[in-house]
């Protein structure tokens, strides 16, 4: 190698050594402050949150309040062009003029209205609840089994019996309510009005509801579990509803009183057994719990957690004092699959219409909604009738 090629050489490994070191020290340097940076955020998000200062991040989506700011108004003073100017996406949520009905209740007062209506002991919270938008709900039910057969590979396969489809058809009812509060109480900034409101129209639907989806005879109100045809659970057909009788008139039979209880739960079929709840009012649940078994164990069993309800034969328990009371031929416990055996249909909305004219100096709050309710299955529902037969 000549001494100006090897020169050549040793200046580009120079130029090259230098280059790299440069690009070394660049990197470093944008390091060093990347660092900087991230420790400084972390010692504000440190100072902030010592302080409480700091918002708190919410995954969930925020809250529109101008419907709810739109309602206070309206209750309180009956001023509606806040609600006219609102614009509400689906037909449920349209809104409507004064003369037609009233309007929808903000999202939140309905909320608490629908959280009260659940946690109620009624036949609705182990029913089967649909929102529907028409003025009815249409089940449809295969009554019959689908027909089969054995059949060898090269023989001849015979026709088989069809099945039957029924068409049970819940109408929706209107169910209302008419509380009222002074015109002064609505001025008083102080007065939670919408949580008042919740609760008084909660109450009024409650109790209307819970004694329907019993007793209602289908006139203007759902039809109850009780206003079907009974019959001995040995003549049972589609249509009716299958009961076991307890052998004495308006009464346990005085030996052997649990057999009764165990007689009710195996009379209903294994495919609702499963998922199968006894309802009774409190007077009967008292006489209930101190049946035994023939080991002298006791049938009833009670919650071992807190809200968790009571048992009986390892079934929970519905408390639902609309039932009646123990007395001769009445059908004063059932049990079944009450998802599968009992439906219940409703508009999701409530509307509220303002009346300060009617009931002067009070204002009057007429709420509405729309409601039906019917047995869909007879086959998943069982009852114990105090009788001899």
């Known amino acids: 190698m000549t001494p100006n090629l090897t020169r050549e050489v040793k200046t580009a490994l120079a130029g090259f050594m230098s280059d790299l070191n440069y690009f070394q020290t660049e990197i470093k340097s944008k390091l060093q402050k990347q660092e900087e940076r991230l420790t400084m955020l972390d010692r504000k998000s440190h100072t902030y949150a010592g302080n409480l200062t700091r918002p708190a991040l919410s995954a969930a989506q925020e809250v529109d309040m101008s419907h709810k700011s739109a309602f206070t108004t309206y209750v309180r003073n009956g001023d509606d062009d806040a609600l006219r100017g609102l614009a509400l996406e689906g037909k449920s949520m349209s809104t409507a003029v004064n003369g037609d009905g009233g309007y929808l209740v903000d999202p939140q007062t309905s909320d608490v209205i629908k959280s009260v209506l659940k946690s109620t002991a009624s036949i609705r919270s182990i029913a089967n609840v649909v929102n529907v938008e028409a003025t009815s709900y249409d089940v449809l039910i295969d009554t019959t089994d689908l027909g089969s057969g054995w059949v060898t590979e090269t023989g001849t396969l015979s ?89 004495t008139d308006g009464a346990f039979d005085g030996t052997n009183p649990a057999d009764a209880i165990v007689e009710l739960v195996y009379a209903l079929g294994a495919q609702y057994r499963a998922n199968g709840t006894f309802v009774m009012n409190s007077k009967t649940a008292g006489q209930v719990r101190k049946l035994k078994d023939a080991d002298g164990r006791f049938l009833w069993s009670d919650g071992l957690a807190a809200g968790e309800p009571a048992r009986l034969m390892g079934y929970p328990v519905l408390i639902a004092e609309d039932m009646p009371d123990i007395a001769s031929d009445a059908a004063a416990i059932a049990f079944g699959d009450f998802a599968s055996g009992y439906t219940v249909a409703e508009r999701p909305d409530v509307r509220i219409l303002r009346d300060p004219f009617s009931a002067k100096p009070h204002v009057l709050f007429y709420a509405t909604k729309r409601v039906g309710g019917d047995v869909s299955d007879f086959a998943a529902i069982k009852l114990l009738k105090f009788g001899v037969s």
């Not at 099945?163 to 929706?172: A, F, K, N, V, Y």
């Not at 639907?205 to 819970?210: D, P």
């Open 159 to 247: 026709e088989t019996a069809t099945p039957t489809i029924d068409r049970i058809s819940i109408p929706l009812y209107e169910l209302s309510a008419l509380p009222k509060a002074s015109q002064r109480l609505l001025d008083d900034s102080a007065f939670d009005i919408e949580g008042w409101l919740a609760g008084r129209i909660a109450d009024k639907f409650v109790s209307a509801e819970a004694s329907a989806f019993i007793n209602g005879d289908g006139v203007d109100k759902p039809t109850g579990i009780l206003n079907h045809t009974q019959v001995a659970n040995d003549s049972w057909a589609w249509g009716s509803l299958g009961y076991i009788a307890t052998g």
